[in-house]
């Protein structure tokens, strides 16, 4: 019985549902594996982390203006004030590692491509505030440009060569080994 309990509680730790008093657990039919395991916990802290990332987002934005924003073509804002506000609406959680740490988007320059249904935009874009000096730079890089290019007028987003210039020769090492973005 002693043995029963502490496969209950094992069972539960892995997600499934613990047995009753009167149930017998015979056998287990599929075994997790440690990467299965290793699998479910990160789906769970993403989970967990999109939520309070939105959360924060949400207390701060405008829902108003962020559908208004999102509404807009990037092609009509290319010369105006809401520009660099369409892009941060379009961006996700990533959004909230740049408001918490002050920062946001500077648009370097930006080139339109023709393709066969219209026309694309390549976008260099820079970085401001003190989300520079964030250990987590590389994720955030990798964020913004894969939420961005989700959209279907932005074709590429890259970054300025100009942010390498913040990190020390280390940090420099690793965003070019590990940022998975290119820098012009």
Partial sequence: MNECKVLGRSITVLGWPKPTNN???????TAMTEDDLVAKYAAEAKKSLDAEANKRIQETVDPVREAELLSMSIFELLDSDDL???LLA?????RAALDGHGGGIKV?????SSV??????DMVLD???ACLSCGAAPGTLDGIKADLESDSELENIRFSSKLLDTFDELGREFIL??????FV
């Fill in 23 to 29: 149930e017998k657990v015979l056998h287990l039919t």
């Fill in 84 to 86: 660099v506000p369409a």
């Fill in 90 to 94: 379009r961006l996700g959680s990533v």
């Fill in 108 to 112: 370097e320059s930006h080139t339109t």
């Fill in 116 to 121: 066969a249904d219209g026309a694309t935009l």
């Fill in 127 to 129: 970085l401001t505030g």
């Fill in 177 to 182: 080994a590990h940022g998975n973005v290119e």
